[in-house]
């Protein structure tokens, strides 16, 4: 089982860029693929981008472009650079682990973090 705690979230005027964390402890980050979600108001979970253990990075095409994901398993971190975000970008992003590779299903991720909060002003 992983441990996740994400950081870095925060208010951010729209067109502006943001670099959330989630670091990781316990057993298995580096062989899990890694995803971010993100769930807004209103809204169900959505995912946002994966990454394999080996550093492979999968996007939901809407995402793709304005997202970054990557990750140190030196460091046990995975990280989610967001570049000119929108008003509707806002919300709680959450980093998870799954067992399963490149998985796009958030019912395959069995280890979750509680969530770091997002917020972008127009």
């Known amino acids: 089982q992983v441990q996740l705690v994400e950081s870095g979230g925060g208010s951010v005027q729209a067109g502006g860029s943001l670099e959330i964390s989630c670091a990781a402890s316990?057993?298995?980050?580096?062989?899990?693929?890694m995803g971010w979600f993100r769930q807004s108001p209103g809204k169900e979970r959505e995912l946002i981008a994966v990454?394999?253990?080996?550093?492979?990075?999968g996007y939901v095409d809407s995402m793709e472009g304005r997202f970054t994901i990557s990750r140190d398993n030196a460091a046990n971190t995975l990280y989610l650079q967001m570049y000119s975000l929108k008003p509707e970008d806002t919300g709680v992003y959450y980093c998870?682990?799954?067992?399963?590779?490149?998985?796009?299903?958030?019912?395959?991720?069995?280890?979750w973090g509680q969530g770091t909060q997002v917020t972008v002003s127009s």
């Open positions: 998870a682990a799954s067992p399963y590779f490149m998985s796009r299903i958030a019912a395959q991720y069995s280890d």
């Open positions: 316990g057993h298995g980050f580096s062989v899990k693929t």
């Open positions: 990454i394999s253990s080996g550093g492979r990075t």
